[in-house]
């Protein structure tokens, strides 16, 4: 099957809130059911890697990398209601139906799944534990023309307590995996 040469276009952004057990010592995760996101318009994850050199006799004797995830930003045209409440834990008046922010209520560490077109097939994405902070407020005035706003959250995914950062679908990936991507959080096993 020929491979993607290029990639553009991202979409089907998903959250799901991530669960950590402790059992014995030994720490297990499970996801809720992913969330649609809708109005992607641009993600941007570095690697947060770092070289270590260690000189003897004069060379780099010996190099390490460190691997430390993933770290950037994901912008969406507005972050919705429920994600806020979802993993950002604002809450809704019961009566009044207002959407408040409490600055002591801990956001909580989700999968984000999502999906980049290629040239010749869609990649689809989980990215395993993620944080990420509040999408601010900005807003302008409007000219001549309207320009739709954009919200911004700085994403973090770090690995799993077995060093699992993401996962993502190649080509060769069987249809009925690619199928029931959204469905709930891809594990391998």
């Not at 809708?38 to 990398?65: C, H, K, M, R, W």
């Not at 409490?102 to 869609?122: C, H, S, T």
Request: include cysteine.
């Amino acid at each position: 099957m020929p491979k993607n040469k290029v990639q553009f276009n991202l979409k089907n952004v998903y959250y799901a809130i991530l669960t950590e057990t402790v059992t014995e010592g030994r720490t297990t995760y499970s996801w809720g059911t992913p969330v649609h996101v809708p109005g992607a318009v641009n993600i941007a994850l570095d690697a947060q890697s770092e070289l270590s050199p260690f000189y003897a006799d004069g060379i780099v004797y010996y190099q390490t990398v460190s691997q430390n995830g993933y770290e950037g930003d994901l912008e969406m045209a507005k972050f919705p209601d429920q994600m806020l409440q979802d993993v950002w834990m604002m809450t809704i008046g019961a009566t009044s139906k207002v959407l408040t922010e409490n600055i002591n209520n801990e956001p909580k560490a989700f999968a984000l799944l999502f999906q980049i077109d290629g040239d010749v097939d869609n990649e689809l994405y989980v990215m395993y534990n993620c944080k990420g902070t509040k999408p601010g407020i900005n807003s302008t005035t409007n000219t001549d023309t309207k320009t739709p706003q954009t919200q911004t959250s700085t994403i973090s995914a770090t690995p799993l307590e077995s060093g699992v950062v993401f996962a993502r679908t190649t080509g060769d990936t069987p249809a009925e995996t690619k199928a029931a991507w959204f469905n709930s959080v891809f594990q391998e096993t």
